[in-house]
């Protein structure tokens, strides 16, 4: 491909899978995802990418040898860069390193429990009964279900991949369970709670359930609301626990929907997650942790701190079964002064 001018290089990397950017599991979300950023419609990078293909088939079958010219370094100077850059097929560090933390490196078998929604506030076609059908209604942390597939998919093609409702779910053999959505809509989440430093304190439908850490001295943390109920922030609160028998459990809680997506992304959004990894991986290695930061969303984003740029409001720890320990606390920046608590707002006041 190294004869290939600059722009059909980048068609054909893309076709290949090739370039992180625009790395997906399907050749139509690849070219989809270079039409966004070339701002042309998805027919022009599938009709651009057929003639480069020609154009490598040709080369190759013409086998003349000729080598590509050198390259100008990033600098724009004229001047080649003596160091080579690396080729665009090998993988990226930060994906090796959400790859080990997620431990989706040796071909595992990853099970996800989704949150469910209650019998009584389900749609017509969650059921099997009804003719128009739609298995993924009864999800409630959809939004956060669709985006770790599609993240494990880009990240490990070849990974078998389940998930279930925690209804239908009685497995105990996965190598990775993830957990989505806090304990009143996930019975799976509830399972775990008798293991876990902290609870969320339960409210009424439509009020807020607020997280409490009782070893922290009763600590209690909820979402921010503005006095016209517009959620500011919520609290993304993400854990791993490492079982025994091999399996290691992720659960991905918040107290409301944005919490949950927060602590996904939090971790596993590309370049920024495996620097959010890192961070994690030094301050704990290969301990089970809660790790609790703030979760916004912003202009219909979804925003998450980037864990070396500002630290978590909590890290707890243990080894070995044994009880958890604060390895940071920074809760102060979250905190009411006035209530002397944390921002729990259940009445949605500001």
């Not at 009964?129 to 999800?139: Q, S, V």
């Amino acid at each position: 491909m190294e004869c290939l001018a600059d722009d059909e290089r980048l068609y054909v990397e893309v076709d290949f899978n090739l370039v992180a950017e625009h790395r997906y599991p399907t050749l139509t979300e690849r070219q989809e995802s270079l039409a966004r950023l070339r701002r042309c419609a998805a027919k022009t990078v599938r009709r651009r990418a057929d003639r480069a293909l020609d154009t490598l088939a040709y080369l190759l079958l013409s086998n003349n040898g000729v080598s590509a010219p050198p390259r100008p370094s990033p600098s724009g100077n004229g001047m080649v860069s003596a160091q080579r850059q690396p080729a665009a097929s090998q993988p990226a560090h930060w994906e090796e390193d959400l790859r080990a933390f997620w431990r989706l490196s040796n071909g595992p078998r990853v099970d996800i429990v989704c949150s469910e929604i209650p019998e009584d506030e389900l749609p017509e076609y969650a059921s099997p009964t009804d003719r128009n059908y739609l298995r993924y209604a009864k999800f409630a942390d959809l939004d956060t279900l669709i985006y770790l597939r599609t993240r494990f998919a880009q990240l490990a093609p070849t990974v078998t991949i389940r998930d279930f409702a925690p209804s239908e779910y009685y497995d105990t053999q996965a190598d990775v369970l993830v957990v989505v959505g806090g304990p009143p809509w996930n019975a799976k989440y509830r399972e775990f709670l008798p293991q876990l430093p902290f609870h969320f304190e339960p409210h009424p439908l439509g009020e807020d359930d607020p997280l409490v850490i009782p070893d922290l001295g009763g600590l209690t943390l909820g979402p921010r609301w503005t006095q016209r109920q517009e959620l500011l922030e919520d609290l993304a609160v993400f854990t791993r626990l490492t079982l025994a028998q091999g399996t290691t459990v992720f659960l991905l809680g918040g107290c409301l929907t944005l919490g949950v997506l927060g602590s996904a992304r939090c971790l596993l959004e590309a370049e920024r997650g495996a620097r959010s990894v890192r961070y994690v991986t030094e301050q704990v290695g290969d301990a089970d942790f809660v790790l609790v930061t703030e979760a916004r969303r912003i202009g219909g984003i979804t925003d998450v701190t980037d864990l070396t740029m500002v630290n978590p409001l909590l890290l707890l720890a243990r080894r070995h079964n044994e009880p958890f320990t604060a390895v940071a606390d920074n809760s102060d920046r979250y905190l009411d002064h006035r209530a002397g608590r944390g921002i729990r707002r259940i009445d949605h006041a500001r």
